[in-house]
């Protein structure tokens, strides 16, 4: 069973989302907050496995409480209204697990939260990639690789470049002609050695470090 925490300002918005993923028979609403200061103090006091946190919320935002809970054991996944708000990439970097539309159909809220409560994939990489890359644009890149990454093994670098590009377990594996589960050994032990969360701290780490460079 899933446990899920619904952290958004709107009554109305958390009624919806919270009666959408308690329907389901693998996902428990375990809480709900109206801001963020609410939504951590809850967060650390229910232990759920995911926190559906709207970005933009009065007093304590999304991008704070997302922040404060970034070494708590909890996934966090960001609602925002627009896809390349500049809050979604300082959540991100914040510890954020992933981010969704708020406009996204309910199909895809489902799935994201099952995503993002495993660990196993980057949600939506394609706008994720675009997001990153947009605002790296805007930042110096290392000029020379840090020697955080000289932990990693040639293959494990390889997949990091290919999961920094926005590809899937599945696609990886058929570029380098791997069985995809060596992809998922290979991913889990770059996060490992490099002390990262999950997918979504990999591909800024990424970008950030200069192993890979905006086009």
């Known amino acids: 069973m899933i446990k899920v925490l619904?952290?958004?300002?709107?009554?109305?918005?958390?009624?919806g989302f919270s009666a959408l993923l308690d329907a389901q028979p693998?996902?428990?609403v375990?809480?709900?907050?109206?801001?963020?200061?609410e939504a951590v103090a809850l967060a650390r006091r229910l232990a759920p496995d995911v926190v559906l946190m709207d970005i933009r919320m009065p007093g304590t935002d999304g991008l704070t409480a997302t922040r404060l809970l970034a070494d708590d054991p909890v996934r966090v996944l960001v609602?925002?209204?627009?896809?390349l708000d500049d809050y979604v990439y300082?959540?991100?970097r914040a510890g954020a697990s992933g981010f969704l539309l708020k406009h996204a159909p309910a199909g895809?809220?489902?799935?994201?939260?099952?995503?993002?409560?495993r660990g196993e994939a980057l949600l939506a990489p394609s706008v994720t990639k675009r997001l990153i890359e947009d605002f790296v644009r805007s930042?110096?890149?290392r000029a020379v690789r840090p020697a955080a990454l000289d932990v990693l093994t040639e293959r494990e670098t390889e997949v990091l470049r290919l999961v920094a590009q926005g590809l899937s377990n599945g696609e990886i594996a058929g570029h380098l002609v791997l069985a995809e589960q060596t992809v998922k050994t290979h991913v889990s032990r770059v996060l490992t050695k490099l002390g990262l969360r999950d997918r979504a701290q990999?591909?800024?780490?990424?970008?950030?470090?200069?192993?890979?460079?905006?086009?």
């Not at 619904?6 to 009624?15: N, P």
């Not at 375990?30 to 200061?37: C, I, N, Q, T």
């Not at 489902?110 to 409560?117: D, F, I, K, N, S």
């Not at 990999?202 to 086009?215: C, F, Q, T």
């Open 6 to 15: 619904v952290a958004d300002d709107q009554e109305m918005v958390r009624e």
């Open 26 to 28: 693998d996902i428990e």
């Open 30 to 37: 375990v809480g709900s907050a109206g801001d963020g200061a």
């Open 79 to 83: 609602l925002t209204t627009f896809d």
């Open 90 to 92: 300082e959540a991100l």
């Open 108 to 117: 895809d809220l489902l799935a994201a939260v099952r995503v993002v409560a």
């Open 139 to 141: 930042r110096p890149v």
């Open 202 to 215: 990999a591909v800024i780490a990424a970008y950030e470090s200069g192993l890979v460079v905006p086009r």
